[in-house]
């Protein structure tokens, strides 16, 4: 018999906790992005974050520890081979990644490949070079508009994105192109995670807007998830944010896009009032895009106090038979070099009103802790070929 009726996972993207054994191997040396960030700022004001022991787990500075924390602590510590997105969302639902995404931040996308791309879309191709968003809108932007060329650029994780301007390129061009770069791309030699449509407005340089109607092409998943798993059963799976790309849908039965990371909390609480059996699944994606991979310590920080507030509120609306895990799904340090991910510890922080007893429980050497858990509470067994163990018995 299932201990709750509703599960709440919500993930900070990039909330990384300190370097873990496997870390040097990536070229990340005494990264600590949640200690990084408290150090870099005169204040840090998340005390519910604190009242679910997060200072118990790792020391942050303004943040004291707390005598009795509500519900448990774990340090989860990556499996899989990479620093991804995907990769750390695809463990926590069971799978075992062991060949990385390929990236091409340094180097650009290989001429052939952008030669293929050009002939089968018929566009021309500026760009090809790892950049913010916003800052080769304001390269290339009114180039773009003039010529009908694409903008493709690459980031520090396993995309290629392509920019079209929302009129003069059309939504559905845009969407067309990014189908073909999709194809192109599934290959061994070019294999990326996602393939981006970044469509956006405006007249001129400083004045281009990205719009909302951005469009994710993922690959599908190695192998079925728990998500699958739940969805099979006739659960809800409800995603929050970029869940629904990473997944590319696979054991999705709602999803619910996310203008910001306070909107997905606001959407969350609003999933809250609802009466669902299943796993709520979030994703709070501003962490890493706006702040992490733009190294900008303090712009993070103040979205930790945002997402508290929040975060507050959801604590406030868990039933008895609700559960809330907070976790992340690699590290981005804003104060390391470089603008990539990087590798590290990341927390399980779990809570329920229902629980009587608290404190921090260890280390688990998976993500996938999570996903066995949700599994295990809903009595259902983890699919074929994953890995991870459930901790729901500790959590009591």
């Known amino acids: 018999m299932k ?37 870099s700022v005169d204040s840090l004001k998340i005390p519910n974050l604190q009242r679910l022991g997060l200072a118990n787990l790792h020391p942050i500075k303004h943040i004291a520890e707390i005598d009795k924390s509500l519900g448990y602590q774990m340090k989860l510590k990556e499996s899989s081979v990479g620093k991804d997105t995907m990769t750390g969302h695809w463990e926590m639902m069971g799978l075992y ?17 952008l030669d ?17 968003g916003t800052v ?3 390269e290339l932007g009114e180039h773009q508009m003039k010529t009908g060329d694409m903008i493709v650029y690459t980031s520090a994780d396993s995309v290629l994105q392509i920019c079209g301007h929302e009129e003069t390129f059309g939504l559905d061009e845009l969407y067309r192109c990014c189908e073909i770069a999709r194809e192109l791309t599934l290959r061994d030699e ?29 690959l599908k998943p190695y192998g079925r998830t728990v998500l699958n798993v739940l969805k099979d059963n006739g659960y809800d799976v409800v995603s929050v944010g970029k869940i629904n790309d990473i997944f590319d849908g696979e054991g999705i039965t709602e999803s619910n896009k996310s203008k910001s990371s306070v909107h997905g909390m606001e959407q969350t609480l ?7 059996k299943g796993l709520c699944f979030v994703n709070l994606v501003d962490f890493d895009a706006l702040w992490g ?21 959801v604590i406030e609306k868990l039933s008895q038979d609700d559960l809330l895990i907070i976790t992340a799904d690699h590290g981005n340090d804003p104060t390391y070099t470089g603008t990539d991910h990087t590798r590290e510890y990341v927390p399980f922080l779990a809570y329920s009103p229902a629980m009587s007893g608290s404190g921090v429980l260890g280390e688990k050497q998976s993500f996938a802790t999570i996903g066995a ?21 500790e959590l009591i």
Do not use: C, W
């Not at 858990?373 to 018995?393: Q, Y």
């Open 136 to 138: 080769i809108l304001d």
């Open 270 to 276: 609003e999933i809250m009032d609802r009466d669902f």
């Open 190 to 218: 070019y294999k990326v995670g996602r393939v981006i449509a970044r469509p956006y407005i405006g007249e001129g340089k400083g004045h281009f807007v990205r719009t909302s109607n951005r469009h994710d092409y993922a």
């Open 116 to 132: 293929e791309l050009s002939a089968k879309t018929g566009h021309g191709i500026v760009g090809n070079k790892s950049a913010s």
């Open 373 to 393: 858990t949700v599994a295990d509470n809903f009595n259902l067994e983890m699919p074929e070929n994953t890995i991870g163990e459930s901790v729901l018995n």
């Open 293 to 313: 991979h733009r190294r900008n310590p303090a712009g993070y920080a103040e979205e930790l106090e945002k997402f508290d507030v929040n975060l507050g509120k």
């Open 3 to 39: 201990r709750y009726n509703r599960i709440f996972v919500i993930v900070i993207d990039s909330l990384g906790i300190g370097e873990d054994d496997t870390s040097k191997k990536y070229g990340d040396i005494s990264v600590d992005t949640l200690g990084h960030i408290a150090d």
């Open 97 to 113: 990644i062991t060949t990385p995404f390929k990236t091409f931040t340094d180097t650009g996308f290989p001429q052939e490949l």
